[in-house]
Protein backbone atom coordinates (compact mmCIF):
# COMPACT_ATOMS: atom_id res chain seq x y z
CA UNK A 1 0.00 0.00 0.00
CA UNK A 2 2.69 2.70 0.56
CA UNK A 3 4.13 1.41 -2.36
CA UNK A 4 1.37 2.29 -4.14
CA UNK A 5 0.99 5.98 -2.56
CA UNK A 6 4.67 6.47 -3.53
CA UNK A 7 4.25 5.57 -6.87
CA UNK A 8 1.14 7.88 -7.35
CA UNK A 9 2.82 10.82 -6.01
CA UNK A 10 2.17 10.56 -2.35
CA UNK A 11 4.72 10.71 0.35
CA UNK A 12 4.81 9.41 3.74
CA UNK A 13 5.41 11.65 7.07
CA UNK A 14 6.46 9.76 10.39
CA UNK A 15 3.64 11.29 13.62
CA UNK A 16 6.70 13.62 15.01
CA UNK A 17 6.01 15.84 10.83
CA UNK A 18 2.43 15.09 9.86
CA UNK A 19 0.45 17.77 11.54
CA UNK A 20 2.20 20.55 9.45
CA UNK A 21 0.85 18.05 6.52
CA UNK A 22 -2.97 17.08 8.05
CA UNK A 23 -3.60 20.87 8.77
CA UNK A 24 -2.83 22.04 4.86
CA UNK A 25 -4.57 19.01 3.28
CA UNK A 26 -7.82 19.39 1.49
CA UNK A 27 -8.43 15.99 2.27
CA UNK A 28 -8.12 13.50 4.59
CA UNK A 29 -8.21 9.36 5.02
CA UNK A 30 -8.37 7.38 7.81
CA UNK A 31 -7.00 4.26 7.66
CA UNK A 32 -5.16 4.26 11.41
CA UNK A 33 -7.06 1.03 12.62
CA UNK A 34 -9.87 -2.11 10.69
CA UNK A 35 -12.59 -3.18 12.04
CA UNK A 36 -11.05 -5.02 14.68
CA UNK A 37 -9.64 -2.31 16.72
CA UNK A 38 -10.98 -2.12 19.94
CA UNK A 39 -10.65 -0.70 23.23
CA UNK A 40 -9.68 2.83 22.05
CA UNK A 41 -7.14 4.21 19.82
CA UNK A 42 -3.32 4.48 21.75
CA UNK A 43 -1.95 7.32 22.50
CA UNK A 44 -0.01 8.61 19.24
CA UNK A 45 -3.18 7.70 17.08
CA UNK A 46 -5.15 10.02 19.75
CA UNK A 47 -2.88 12.51 18.62
CA UNK A 48 -3.33 12.44 14.94
CA UNK A 49 -7.38 12.93 15.14
CA UNK A 50 -6.95 15.68 17.80
CA UNK A 51 -4.23 17.37 14.13
CA UNK A 52 -7.20 16.19 12.39
CA UNK A 53 -9.86 17.82 14.08
CA UNK A 54 -8.42 21.10 13.94
CA UNK A 55 -7.97 20.57 10.30
CA UNK A 56 -10.55 22.30 8.00
CA UNK A 57 -10.07 19.06 5.26
CA UNK A 58 -12.89 16.69 4.52
CA UNK A 59 -12.38 13.54 5.80
CA UNK A 60 -13.19 9.95 4.93
CA UNK A 61 -12.62 7.00 6.64
CA UNK A 62 -12.22 3.55 5.62
CA UNK A 63 -14.45 0.75 6.52
CA UNK A 64 -15.12 2.69 9.68
CA UNK A 65 -13.71 5.71 11.91
CA UNK A 66 -10.77 4.58 13.46
CA UNK A 67 -11.64 4.38 17.58
CA UNK A 68 -15.26 3.15 16.98
CA UNK A 69 -16.32 -0.34 17.73
CA UNK A 70 -17.54 -2.05 14.48
CA UNK A 71 -19.66 -4.74 16.47
CA UNK A 72 -21.30 -2.30 19.34
CA UNK A 73 -21.11 0.98 17.96
CA UNK A 74 -19.33 2.09 21.89
CA UNK A 75 -16.57 5.25 21.37
CA UNK A 76 -13.77 4.53 23.96
CA UNK A 77 -11.75 8.04 23.74
CA UNK A 78 -11.05 9.73 20.74
CA UNK A 79 -12.18 8.86 17.61
CA UNK A 80 -12.16 10.01 13.86
CA UNK A 81 -15.20 12.05 12.95
CA UNK A 82 -16.02 11.57 9.37
CA UNK A 83 -17.84 13.01 6.65
CA UNK A 84 -17.73 10.52 4.63
CA UNK A 85 -17.32 6.63 5.43
CA UNK A 86 -16.73 4.33 2.56
CA UNK A 87 -17.32 0.91 3.74
CA UNK A 88 -17.09 -3.18 2.50
CA UNK A 89 -18.84 -5.81 2.29
CA UNK A 90 -21.84 -4.75 4.41
CA UNK A 91 -22.95 -2.55 7.14
CA UNK A 92 -21.45 -2.72 10.54
CA UNK A 93 -22.93 -2.05 13.88
CA UNK A 94 -21.09 0.74 14.45
CA UNK A 95 -22.04 2.50 11.80
CA UNK A 96 -25.77 2.42 13.17
CA UNK A 97 -25.73 2.66 16.26
CA UNK A 98 -25.09 5.74 18.72
CA UNK A 99 -22.41 7.26 19.82
CA UNK A 100 -20.70 5.56 16.58
CA UNK A 101 -22.84 6.79 13.85
CA UNK A 102 -22.36 9.88 14.82
CA UNK A 103 -19.03 9.95 14.06
CA UNK A 104 -19.25 7.98 10.61
CA UNK A 105 -21.33 11.29 8.31
CA UNK A 106 -22.14 9.93 4.78
CA UNK A 107 -22.16 6.06 4.84
CA UNK A 108 -21.36 4.64 1.55
CA UNK A 109 -21.67 0.59 1.11
CA UNK A 110 -19.08 -0.98 -1.70
CA UNK A 111 -19.18 -4.45 -2.55
CA UNK A 112 -16.10 -6.78 -2.61
CA UNK A 113 -17.70 -10.11 -3.14
CA UNK A 114 -17.74 -11.18 0.52
CA UNK A 115 -19.97 -14.11 1.42
CA UNK A 116 -22.02 -12.62 4.41
CA UNK A 117 -23.81 -14.90 6.96
CA UNK A 118 -27.36 -15.91 6.64
CA UNK A 119 -28.77 -14.38 10.14
CA UNK A 120 -27.77 -11.28 10.61
CA UNK A 121 -26.96 -9.89 14.43
CA UNK A 122 -28.33 -5.91 13.48
CA UNK A 123 -31.41 -5.00 10.81
CA UNK A 124 -32.50 -1.67 9.56
CA UNK A 125 -35.89 -2.06 8.01
CA UNK A 126 -36.28 -0.28 4.77
CA UNK A 127 -39.70 1.00 3.27
CA UNK A 128 -40.46 -1.98 1.36
CA UNK A 129 -39.95 -3.87 4.65
CA UNK A 130 -42.09 -1.43 6.62
CA UNK A 131 -45.44 -1.69 3.77
CA UNK A 132 -45.09 -5.41 3.81
CA UNK A 133 -45.88 -5.27 7.72
CA UNK A 134 -48.59 -2.76 7.49
CA UNK A 135 -51.75 -3.79 8.65
CA UNK A 136 -54.41 -2.91 5.79
CA UNK A 137 -58.02 -4.19 5.51
CA UNK A 138 -59.65 -6.41 4.21
CA UNK A 139 -63.43 -6.09 2.08
CA UNK A 140 -64.68 -8.23 5.12
CA UNK A 141 -63.35 -6.33 7.89
CA UNK A 142 -65.18 -4.26 10.63
CA UNK A 143 -63.79 -2.19 13.06
CA UNK A 144 -63.42 -5.09 15.39
CA UNK A 145 -61.69 -7.48 12.99
CA UNK A 146 -59.10 -4.82 12.26
CA UNK A 147 -58.07 -4.56 16.09
CA UNK A 148 -59.27 -2.54 19.37
CA UNK A 149 -56.59 -1.18 21.05
CA UNK A 150 -56.85 0.18 25.15
CA UNK A 151 -54.89 2.57 26.31
CA UNK A 152 -54.87 3.37 30.36
CA UNK A 153 -52.61 6.77 30.45
CA UNK A 154 -53.05 10.33 31.78
CA UNK A 155 -53.65 11.35 35.07
CA UNK A 156 -55.31 14.50 36.51
CA UNK A 157 -51.24 16.27 36.62
CA UNK A 158 -50.68 14.82 32.83
CA UNK A 159 -53.84 14.66 30.87
CA UNK A 160 -52.18 16.05 27.83
CA UNK A 161 -50.21 12.15 27.63
CA UNK A 162 -53.56 10.77 26.95
CA UNK A 163 -54.54 12.67 24.66
CA UNK A 164 -51.10 12.35 22.40
CA UNK A 165 -51.31 8.39 23.47
CA UNK A 166 -54.85 8.11 21.75
CA UNK A 167 -53.74 10.16 18.89
CA UNK A 168 -50.91 7.38 17.79
CA UNK A 169 -53.50 4.77 18.32
CA UNK A 170 -55.90 6.29 16.46
CA UNK A 171 -53.44 6.70 13.47
CA UNK A 172 -52.15 3.24 14.02
CA UNK A 173 -53.93 0.52 11.92
CA UNK A 174 -56.56 -0.71 14.64
CA UNK A 175 -60.16 -0.52 14.26
CA UNK A 176 -60.95 1.09 17.50
CA UNK A 177 -59.49 3.12 20.23
CA UNK A 178 -60.45 2.27 23.82
CA UNK A 179 -59.51 4.84 26.83
CA UNK A 180 -59.94 3.95 29.98
CA UNK A 181 -58.80 6.43 32.68
CA UNK A 182 -59.36 9.96 34.46
CA UNK A 183 -58.69 11.79 31.14
CA UNK A 184 -62.09 11.25 29.13
CA UNK A 185 -63.10 14.70 28.90
CA UNK A 186 -60.13 15.85 27.68
CA UNK A 187 -59.98 12.51 25.36
CA UNK A 188 -63.39 13.19 23.98
CA UNK A 189 -62.79 17.15 23.41
CA UNK A 190 -59.66 15.71 21.01
CA UNK A 191 -60.78 12.92 19.70
CA UNK A 192 -64.66 12.04 19.58
CA UNK A 193 -64.14 8.72 18.00
CA UNK A 194 -62.77 7.20 20.99
CA UNK A 195 -64.70 4.69 23.27
CA UNK A 196 -64.34 6.15 26.76
CA UNK A 197 -64.75 3.79 29.70
CA UNK A 198 -66.09 5.38 33.84
CA UNK A 199 -64.12 2.10 35.26
CA UNK A 200 -60.60 0.88 34.99
CA UNK A 201 -59.03 -1.65 31.98
CA UNK A 202 -61.36 -4.28 33.49
CA UNK A 203 -64.34 -2.99 32.81
CA UNK A 204 -63.54 -0.81 29.43
CA UNK A 205 -64.53 -3.48 27.55
CA UNK A 206 -62.64 -6.43 24.61
CA UNK A 207 -59.58 -5.09 23.42
CA UNK A 208 -56.66 -6.94 21.70
CA UNK A 209 -53.86 -5.07 22.79
CA UNK A 210 -53.50 -2.20 25.84
CA UNK A 211 -50.65 0.07 26.31
CA UNK A 212 -50.50 1.47 29.61
CA UNK A 213 -48.00 4.01 31.52
CA UNK A 214 -47.77 7.29 29.75
CA UNK A 215 -48.61 10.13 32.45
CA UNK A 216 -49.91 7.32 34.64
CA UNK A 217 -48.65 9.01 38.45
CA UNK A 218 -48.30 6.72 41.00
CA UNK A 219 -51.45 4.65 39.56
CA UNK A 220 -50.09 0.98 40.46
CA UNK A 221 -53.23 -0.30 40.45
CA UNK A 222 -54.30 0.09 36.54
CA UNK A 223 -50.56 -1.21 35.66
CA UNK A 224 -51.17 -4.16 37.82
CA UNK A 225 -54.38 -4.71 36.14
CA UNK A 226 -53.18 -4.39 32.58
CA UNK A 227 -50.51 -6.85 33.07
CA UNK A 228 -52.81 -8.96 34.34
CA UNK A 229 -54.76 -8.98 30.90
CA UNK A 230 -53.70 -11.68 28.66
CA UNK A 231 -53.32 -9.57 25.20
CA UNK A 232 -50.46 -7.88 23.73
CA UNK A 233 -49.61 -4.89 26.26
CA UNK A 234 -47.01 -2.01 25.63
CA UNK A 235 -45.41 -0.61 28.99
CA UNK A 236 -44.18 3.09 28.77
CA UNK A 237 -43.22 6.02 30.89
CA UNK A 238 -44.63 5.48 34.47
CA UNK A 239 -45.40 1.98 33.45
CA UNK A 240 -41.88 0.84 33.32
CA UNK A 241 -41.40 2.83 36.61
CA UNK A 242 -44.68 1.27 38.44
CA UNK A 243 -44.46 -2.38 37.00
CA UNK A 244 -43.65 -4.98 39.21
CA UNK A 245 -40.34 -6.98 37.15
CA UNK A 246 -42.14 -10.60 37.94
CA UNK A 247 -45.60 -10.10 36.91
CA UNK A 248 -43.83 -8.84 33.48
CA UNK A 249 -41.71 -12.05 33.60
CA UNK A 250 -44.40 -14.35 33.81
CA UNK A 251 -46.75 -12.69 31.20
CA UNK A 252 -47.61 -15.19 28.40
CA UNK A 253 -48.45 -12.81 26.27
CA UNK A 254 -46.22 -10.50 24.06
CA UNK A 255 -44.95 -7.51 25.89
CA UNK A 256 -43.41 -4.54 24.27
CA UNK A 257 -41.41 -2.31 26.63
CA UNK A 258 -40.12 1.29 25.30
CA UNK A 259 -38.07 2.87 27.90
CA UNK A 260 -35.63 5.75 26.97
CA UNK A 261 -31.61 5.60 28.53
CA UNK A 262 -33.14 6.85 31.58
CA UNK A 263 -35.50 4.60 32.16
CA UNK A 264 -33.66 1.64 30.89
CA UNK A 265 -30.48 2.60 33.31
CA UNK A 266 -33.44 2.32 36.15
CA UNK A 267 -34.57 -0.70 35.30
CA UNK A 268 -31.17 -2.15 35.10
CA UNK A 269 -29.38 -0.86 38.32
CA UNK A 270 -26.89 1.01 36.12
CA UNK A 271 -26.54 4.78 34.92
CA UNK A 272 -27.52 6.33 32.09
CA UNK A 273 -24.43 6.89 30.98
CA UNK A 274 -23.72 3.63 30.64
CA UNK A 275 -26.78 2.79 28.80
CA UNK A 276 -26.19 6.11 26.34
CA UNK A 277 -22.48 4.19 25.76
CA UNK A 278 -23.54 0.67 25.13
CA UNK A 279 -27.17 0.94 23.80
CA UNK A 280 -26.96 -2.23 21.68
CA UNK A 281 -25.67 -4.06 24.64
CA UNK A 282 -28.11 -2.17 27.45
CA UNK A 283 -31.27 -3.24 25.07
CA UNK A 284 -30.34 -7.10 24.57
CA UNK A 285 -29.60 -7.34 28.49
CA UNK A 286 -33.22 -5.73 29.58
CA UNK A 287 -34.98 -8.19 26.92
CA UNK A 288 -33.42 -11.00 28.40
CA UNK A 289 -34.10 -9.77 32.00
CA UNK A 290 -37.57 -8.97 31.44
CA UNK A 291 -38.38 -11.43 29.29
CA UNK A 292 -40.10 -8.84 26.63
CA UNK A 293 -39.32 -7.37 23.30
CA UNK A 294 -37.45 -3.76 24.48
CA UNK A 295 -37.82 -0.63 22.50
CA UNK A 296 -34.80 1.36 23.29
CA UNK A 297 -35.70 5.17 22.53
CA UNK A 298 -33.41 8.11 21.86
CA UNK A 299 -30.84 9.42 19.17
CA UNK A 300 -30.58 5.55 17.85
CA UNK A 301 -34.10 3.67 18.84
CA UNK A 302 -33.01 0.14 19.16
CA UNK A 303 -35.96 -3.03 19.33
CA UNK A 304 -34.36 -6.28 20.89
CA UNK A 305 -36.71 -9.35 21.11
CA UNK A 306 -36.81 -11.46 24.63
CA UNK A 307 -35.59 -14.95 22.56
CA UNK A 308 -32.18 -13.07 21.03
CA UNK A 309 -32.06 -12.68 17.41
CA UNK A 310 -31.25 -9.52 15.26
CA UNK A 311 -31.82 -6.00 17.06
CA UNK A 312 -33.43 -4.01 14.92
CA UNK A 313 -32.11 -0.52 14.82
CA UNK A 314 -34.77 1.96 13.36
CA UNK A 315 -33.17 4.34 10.37
CA UNK A 316 -35.78 7.39 10.65
CA UNK A 317 -36.07 9.92 12.55
CA UNK A 318 -34.78 13.64 13.57
CA UNK A 319 -33.53 15.57 16.87
CA UNK A 320 -36.58 17.41 16.51
CA UNK A 321 -38.69 14.33 18.37
CA UNK A 322 -37.14 14.90 21.15
CA UNK A 323 -40.23 17.01 22.82
CA UNK A 324 -42.25 16.21 25.45
CA UNK A 325 -45.21 14.30 24.69
CA UNK A 326 -43.33 12.26 21.40
CA UNK A 327 -43.00 8.98 23.36
CA UNK A 328 -46.96 8.80 24.37
CA UNK A 329 -47.22 9.14 20.59
CA UNK A 330 -44.88 6.62 19.40
CA UNK A 331 -46.66 4.58 22.28
CA UNK A 332 -50.60 4.58 21.33
CA UNK A 333 -48.79 3.76 17.53
CA UNK A 334 -47.15 0.88 19.01
CA UNK A 335 -49.92 -0.19 20.67
CA UNK A 336 -52.60 0.10 17.13
CA UNK A 337 -50.10 -2.14 15.78
CA UNK A 338 -50.39 -4.90 18.50
CA UNK A 339 -54.10 -4.48 18.62
CA UNK A 340 -54.00 -4.99 14.57
CA UNK A 341 -51.97 -8.19 15.10
CA UNK A 342 -48.53 -7.51 14.77
CA UNK A 343 -45.66 -9.04 17.03
CA UNK A 344 -43.95 -7.00 19.83
CA UNK A 345 -40.56 -7.11 17.44
CA UNK A 346 -42.69 -6.05 14.53
CA UNK A 347 -44.57 -3.26 16.12
CA UNK A 348 -41.93 -1.63 17.69
CA UNK A 349 -39.77 -1.70 15.26
CA UNK A 350 -42.63 -0.61 12.34
CA UNK A 351 -43.58 2.10 14.89
CA UNK A 352 -40.25 3.87 15.30
CA UNK A 353 -39.71 3.94 11.62
CA UNK A 354 -43.40 5.75 11.08
CA UNK A 355 -43.09 7.63 14.11
CA UNK A 356 -39.92 9.07 12.85
CA UNK A 357 -40.39 9.64 9.02
CA UNK A 358 -43.28 11.71 10.54
CA UNK A 359 -41.21 13.64 12.61
CA UNK A 360 -39.06 14.73 9.99
CA UNK A 361 -42.37 15.60 7.72
CA UNK A 362 -43.19 17.83 10.99
CA UNK A 363 -40.39 19.44 11.73
CA UNK A 364 -38.89 20.29 8.09
CA UNK A 365 -36.17 21.44 9.89
CA UNK A 366 -36.98 23.46 12.29
CA UNK A 367 -38.75 22.94 16.35
CA UNK A 368 -42.45 20.72 16.03
CA UNK A 369 -44.43 19.05 18.84
CA UNK A 370 -45.75 16.06 19.30
CA UNK A 371 -49.46 16.63 17.98
CA UNK A 372 -48.07 17.73 14.75
CA UNK A 373 -45.82 14.53 14.40
CA UNK A 374 -49.16 12.13 15.66
CA UNK A 375 -51.24 14.74 12.66
CA UNK A 376 -48.43 13.59 9.97
CA UNK A 377 -48.33 9.73 10.97
CA UNK A 378 -50.78 9.25 7.26
CA UNK A 379 -48.32 10.90 5.64
CA UNK A 380 -45.62 8.74 6.98
CA UNK A 381 -47.97 5.59 6.25
CA UNK A 382 -48.61 6.45 2.53
CA UNK A 383 -44.99 7.49 1.74
CA UNK A 384 -43.36 3.96 2.34
CA UNK A 385 -45.76 2.70 -0.67
CA UNK A 386 -44.14 2.87 -3.71
CA UNK A 387 -46.05 5.68 -6.05
CA UNK A 388 -47.26 4.60 -9.52
Known amino acids: ?52 ERSRAAVVAVDLPSGVEADSGEVRGAAVRADLTVTFGTHKPGLLIDPARAYAGSVQLVDIGLELPEEAELEALQDVDVARLLPAPSAESDKYRRGVVGIAAGSARYPGAAVLAVAGALRGGAGAVRYAGPAKDEVLARFPETLVSDGGPRKAGRVQAWVVGPGAGDDAQVVAEVLAEDVPVLLDADGLRLADRDAVRGRTAPTLMTPHAGEAAALLGVRREEVEAGRLAAVRELAAAYRATVLLKGSTTLVAAAGGGAVRVNATGTPWL ?35 LAGRFAARGAPTVAHEVAAELPSAWRGVFPTG
Do not use: E, F
Not at 20 to 26: G, P, Q, T, V
Not at 325 to 335: A, C, E, M, R, T
Open 1 to 52: GLAALRRAGGRAADTASADASILRADLVVDGIVGIGGKGGLRPDAAALVAVV
Open 322 to 356: ATAGSGDVLSGLGGSLLAAGLDGRDAGSVAAYLHG
